[in-house]
């Protein structure tokens, strides 16, 4: 279940809730911003392949829990962002610019050395991005459908969060095997990941 599709029912993006460590969560104001009973719009979530609780809290709002948070990867579109005016130097984790690019350069990196390290591109099984890191990285991907409609969408602060992430995830959930290991469906599934956010970060393929 992806954060378009529930779109599609709820008029309007929903917004991801919590870290995701546990379980993946949205809240949507849509049954207050439509004026549609929230117990129908629940309901019509609930039809939904994916979504696994349904809630119609007391301030109105609905509170979904979807199965497989990882399916959203495939759903990630290139959004229309300006490249923020960062400087190129210095080269450190002080400079935001550089986070941001070196994050873009890695996650591009990752789809190179699967290549050559033989991790399938087919077989993709986004319940296997279940890790703590992949799901800090999903977390922050999903804000990303709420962002292109929103009027303040703060880009620049965005960018770094899901940058920052992806470094963490890159440096402790590999996506290709370490040493003489054997890739493993796992690794297809991070191959993925680093893709979606590739798609998402600003700047070169390289450093």
Request: contains cysteine.
């Amino acid at each position: 279940m992806t954060p378009g599709e529930l779109a599609e029912v709820l008029g309007e993006p929903p917004a991801p809730e919590g870290t995701w460590e546990r379980e993946a969560a949205y809240v949507s104001a849509a049954a207050l911003r439509r004026r549609v009973p929230a117990a129908t719009l629940a309901g019509r979530v609930r039809r939904l392949g994916g979504v696994s609780s349904v809630e119609v809290r007391e301030d109105g709002l609905l509170r979904i829990v979807v199965d497989v948070p990882g399916e959203l990867v495939d759903s990630v579109e290139p959004p229309d962002v300006p490249e923020p005016g960062w400087p190129d130097f210095p080269r450190t984790w002080d400079n935001p610019g550089f986070v941001v690019r070196y994050g873009r350069a890695r996650a591009c990196a990752v789809r190179r050395w699967a290549c050559q390290l033989g991790v399938p591109s087919h077989g993709f099984a986004p319940g296997l991005l279940s890790g703590p890191y992949d799901r800090r990285v999903l977390r922050v991907l999903a804000e990303l459908p709420g962002r292109l409609v929103s009027r303040d969408t703060r880009w620049e602060t965005y960018l770094v969060r899901l940058a920052l992430a992806y470094h963490d995830a890159h440096e402790h959930a590999p996506a290709v095997p370490m040493g003489d290991a054997p890739a493993e469906p796992v690794h297809a599934a991070r191959v993925r990941l680093a893709e979606a956010v590739g798609r998402v970060l600003t700047g070169p393929d390289r450093l």
